[in-house]
């Protein structure tokens, strides 16, 4: 015969189950009934570190004592709530790189664009939905340079009963590729800032934090990534460096990529892949049924074709396959390595990002706006400014290096964009007249003018709710051609175009893509070239779009969209919340 349970000691186990689970996990899934999802809570800690690389102890600014930071994890549909509380002496402001923040923009993170940075000793609580989207993107400080040691995965699985659009993987691994600096990275942009030159590069790449064996004394500081034959691993590769897109291979593997900035694409095969600053990459790797006594480096180094420095180095790990049982030859392994392109590949880069193509299909649509409200053209520049009276400058003839968008370098604010907006008062912060084409056309990539010099200021480009926008990035030769991965804030962007030289607006949109165009957060402005993007303007609010190389970022290569509210409820930005950090 059952033995019943008063309702009282029932309601106590319950209640000591939740709580042991809230102690237990790092963070806590609750259901709710005001969205889809269930809501996921986490905390971030933000505290000096000591941490050691390259036999070099430096103290550094981290979350919950990580180096890379925690993974926060969710499903299509949650809520993600994540508390932080900063312990260091630095400011700080956390972005949710990619998340659309629909509704949410206060919870976008972009110091003095959306919210004031989080003081020492101060608190800030991130509150937003995963609404239409699943995968791999990340998290990062979004303030001066503290995203070189503050970052993290932000992987988002589909719903429940949903199924990847390809076979399942026998397993899923996360790639961080980074960059190491001996020194503090705050004091190293401080002093470029000051002297107008460019700022001391990195001493190593990292993968998941780890240099690896190809720098001294980092042998034992080598991530492995340890297989077992015959099986299909998805891998999500997340570029976090501070200034360089990287070349990526594993030696005697074929890798199908299958999934671009947490969107879904054609699956294509490659032995060799580039990711951008920012971008985030899903691959699948097969692993051989039949492995021989070997080892594989995995690799990765820079593309660059700039005039300035940059870290000229690779970083390894280890592809390794579990020995079997009982097998003893696997002791001593033949390591192999991959070949990867030049530095300065640029035709293999243009080739390899035109092979991204959407789904488009009746689950996953290309969305891609067919008609076009509004359109802009962008230019991209590295340029100067003058130097101070009375100071030495050592950039470009004794100026200070800057860089532009249609020569308008901006300044960040003293207090954040989207209050200014949000409560109509821009006076003395910001100005809405951001200039929707060059204000004073010249052969971009050609000759560069003499003159060199950008304007500074705070300004911004309003476009009403619901606007078609095509957009035009166009690369420029001012202080030599480079590639620019730029990234908007709070939209993905359809790629419906690209090349060399100078766009031709009679003949090149002719040639765009407006069935299966790639979607991205983060876009290339080739070297020497343009690209092309479409997207709906249906997420009102203030938007950052910079180049996610943190020096031109630093330097002003940077705007700000003002998305205005439409008529509907669910069309507005709602007020900020009651912890927003003050200037």
Known sequence: MATSIPLSQTILVAFLIVTSCIWVFPQVAVATSKHTGVTRHYKFNIRLKNVTRLCHTKSMVTVNGKFPGP?????????IIVKVVNHA?????IHWHGIRQLQSGWADGPAYITQCPIQTGQSYVYNFTVVGQRGTLLWHAHFQWLRATVYGPLIIFPRHNASYPFAKPYKEVTIMLGEW??????????????TGTGPNVSEAYTFNGLPGPTYNCSAKDTYKLKVKPGK?????LINTALNDELFFSIANHTLTVVEADAIYVKPFETNILVIAPGQTTNVLLKTNPNPPNASFFMLARPYFTGMGTFDNSTVAAILEYEAPSQDNSFRNRTLFKPSLPAINATNFVANFSSKFRSLANAQFPANVPQTVDKRFFFTVSLGANPCPK??????????KFAAAVNNVSFALPSTALLQSYFFAKSKGVYTADFPQFPLHPFNYTGTPPNNTFVSNGTKALVIPFNTSVELVLQDTSILGAESHPLHLHGYNVYVVGQGFGNFDPKNDPKKFNLIDPVERNTVGVPSGGWVAIRFLADNPGVWFMHCHFDVH????????????DGELPNQKLPPPPSDLPKC
């Open 89 to 93: 002496p630095n400011n700080i402001s």
């Open 232 to 236: 299909t691993y998805m891998l999500r």
């Open 71 to 79: 993974r926060v994890v969710a499903r299509e549909g949650d809520r």
């Open 181 to 194: 600096f001996n020194a503090d990275p705050e004091a190293i942009i401080n002093q470029s800032l000051q």
């Open 390 to 399: 009375n100071q030495t400058c050592q950039g470009p003839n004794g100026t």
């Open 553 to 564: 970022l630093s330097w002003g290569l940077r705007m700000a969209w003002i998305v205005l």
